[in-house]
């Protein structure tokens, strides 16, 4: 479905994440040695999450360099992998987006370039592959696409793109930022409410009284009393 997030896993494993605009998506996704086992799942704008695709199986056959004599290949440990949550969520413009990364296999040390999708780009030098996490700080809201590139001293390549959302101004800091405002002085004016009425309530009750008095005094002259020091 359009203005879905589409998420892939490669033998259970995240792989990527992107955008679907127009009912198509498309993601460059690094495979596995051997065989790959994708599935698709694409989620709402509520983080819920719709029926897997079919499975798609495919094979990355790793074949000796040109010339090279045939030998046994050793699949373990060697692979470089990058591998990070599957989509970022909950952030604002002006706020830090707080990226873990994990290095998985290859021989360090490391760098890595982080493509931030709003035309910034961040290099990363690591010695070792213990978990890290960089920063980020969007500017506007909107949908951005994080492309992490990484290398290793043998020379080996991964890679891995993943979505980030970035939401509009919070309720809370609109609000406090119109304090002096039209907001505050309506505010303002809600709170005294209840002490005009009162007010009005008293010199009404006054008038009343006054009048009534009046009144009185007059079908009845005798109720007058002099009082004189």
Excluded at 40 to 55: F, I
């Amino acid at each position: 479905p359009s203005n879905t997030l589409v998420e892939i896993y490669d033998n259970q494993i995240f792989a990527g994440s992107t955008p679907c605009n127009n009912g198509t998506f498309s993601l460059k996704v690094g495979l596995l040695f051997g065989q790959n086992q994708l599935i698709a799942t694409v989620y709402n704008a509520n983080n819920q999450a719709g029926p897997n695709s079919n499975t798609v199986t495919t094979f990355y056959s790793v074949l000796p360099s040109q010339g090279a004599g045939l030998a046994p290949l050793n699949f373990t440990g060697q692979q470089l992998i990058l591998n990070t949550p599957t989509v970022f969520r909950g952030s604002f413009p002006g706020e830090n987006m707080n990226v873990p990364i994990n290095i998985i296999g290859g021989t360090p040390p490391y760098a890595l370039n982080i493509e931030w999708g709003d035309a910034t780009n961040q290099l990363v030098s690591r010695t070792n592959n213990l978990p890290f996490s960089e920063d980020h700080t969007y500017e506007k809201a909107g949908t951005f696409q994080i492309s992490l590139d990484a290398t290793d001293a043998q020379g080996r390549v991964a890679f891995l793109t993943v979505a980030a959302i970035v939401n509009g101004q919070p309720p809370l800091a609109a609000a406090s930022g119109t304090s002096g405002g039209s907001g505050g002085t309506s505010a303002k004016l809600i709170d005294l409410w209840p002490l005009w009425t009162a007010s009005i309530a008293i010199v009404v009750s006054f008038w009343l009284g006054e009048k009534r008095e009046k009144r009185v005094i007059s079908a009845h002259p005798s109720l007058v009393l002099h009082h004189s020091n």
